[in-house]
């Protein structure tokens, strides 16, 4: 897998890392011990985001948002807006 670097060690030597970046290996940056992010050359295969997923626990997406978005159900005006409210006024006497 990935080297693991801090935070404050990437920043004091990024270009030594950035220059290992694009030789093709990826790193895992942490943050007070803790994963924060992951930094992987450009054009990376999806096999490795396949394999990030598994290290972070995330998935790779199967559409796009607005495609997602798209299929979604417009839900009309719930029940006792205030329009409905309103009609109702009209229509009792005064």
Known sequence: MAQTVGVRELRQNLSRYLERVKSGEGLVVTERGREVAMLL?????????????????????????????????TPGAPAGTTDAYLAEGRREPR
Do not use: I
């Open 41 to 73: 050359p450009s054009g990376a295969s999806a096999d490795r985001y396949a394999e990030l997923g598994q290290h972070f626990g995330a998935t790779v997406p199967v559409a796009r948002l607005e495609d997602l978005a798209a299929r979604l159900e």
